[in-house]
């Protein structure tokens, strides 16, 4: 087990057009030392953050948090961003600065090593099936109903997913319990009539 207490803040922010207008050092060695290669700085400076999500349910609730930080409120939560090797929980501060712009700095509270898990690589070759996982707590959908969600490597073995030849290609959703507690936050930053 590990905390990366050590690294650095990521901070981004985007303009009052919600295009990311700007993205500090430290997202491009998080990118570097994640296999992100295509989230170069020069790549992503100009784009819509709404382009960068893709699930349309995370993508309204990131709107909303945004609205409301907009409006003098500060937002702040916790979101895995898993890797293929580690579990990774980060805190989310979203904050207003002048003239629409919106400040978002993630920080690493706690990170821990695990046995590399081949459906999180960018490596692994995909099939054309999609797998839902969330977008806040890295989980997986098992479920035929879509109601449970369970950590990756407990997902494979469910699933028998290497079984079957090419994984699985992973979209994003949010399961029932961040949802609510997306919710919450969204809730408590109410502004006064």
């Known amino acids: 087990m590990r905390t990366d207490s050590n690294d650095a803040p990521v901070r981004y922010a985007i303009d009052?057009?919600?295009?990311?207008?700007?993205?500090?050092?430290?997202?491009?060695?998080?990118?570097?030392?994640?296999?992100?290669?295509?989230?170069?700085?020069?790549?992503?400076?100009?784009?819509?953050?709404?382009?960068?999500?893709s699930d349309p349910a995370t993508r309204t609730l990131y709107k909303q948090l945004v609205a409301r930080v907009r409006q003098g409120q500060l937002a702040e939560?916790?979101?895995?961003?898993?890797?293929?090797?580690?579990?990774?929980?980060?805190?989310?501060?979203?904050?207003?600065?002048?003239?629409?712009?919106?400040e978002f700095e993630t920080r690493t509270v706690h990170a821990e090593d695990r046995p590399p898990q081949a459906l999180l690589s960018p490596d692994t070759k995909r099939?054309?099936?999609?797998?839902?996982?969330?977008?806040?707590?890295?989980?997986?959908?098992?479920?035929?109903?879509?109601?449970?969600?369970?950590?990756?490597?407990d997902a494979v073995e469910r699933l028998r997913l290497f079984e079957r030849g090419l994984a699985p290609q992973l979209t994003h959703g949010i399961c029932e319990t961040c949802l609510e507690g997306v919710m919450g936050v969204i809730e408590k930053m109410e502004v006064p009539a």
Do not use: H, Q, Y
């Open 77 to 102: 939560f916790s979101l895995r961003c898993d890797g293929p090797s580690c579990r990774r929980l980060l805190e989310m501060r979203i904050s207003a600065a002048a003239d629409g712009v919106v």
């Open 127 to 153: 099939s054309s099936e999609l797998l839902r996982a969330c977008a806040w707590c890295n989980r997986v959908n098992v479920g035929t109903t879509g109601s449970e969600w369970v950590e990756v490597e």
């Open 16 to 53: 009052a057009a919600d295009k990311i207008c700007f993205v500090d050092d430290a997202w491009g060695l998080f990118a570097e030392a994640n296999n992100g290669t295509a989230l170069t700085r020069s790549a992503m400076l100009g784009k819509s953050l709404w382009e960068c999500i």
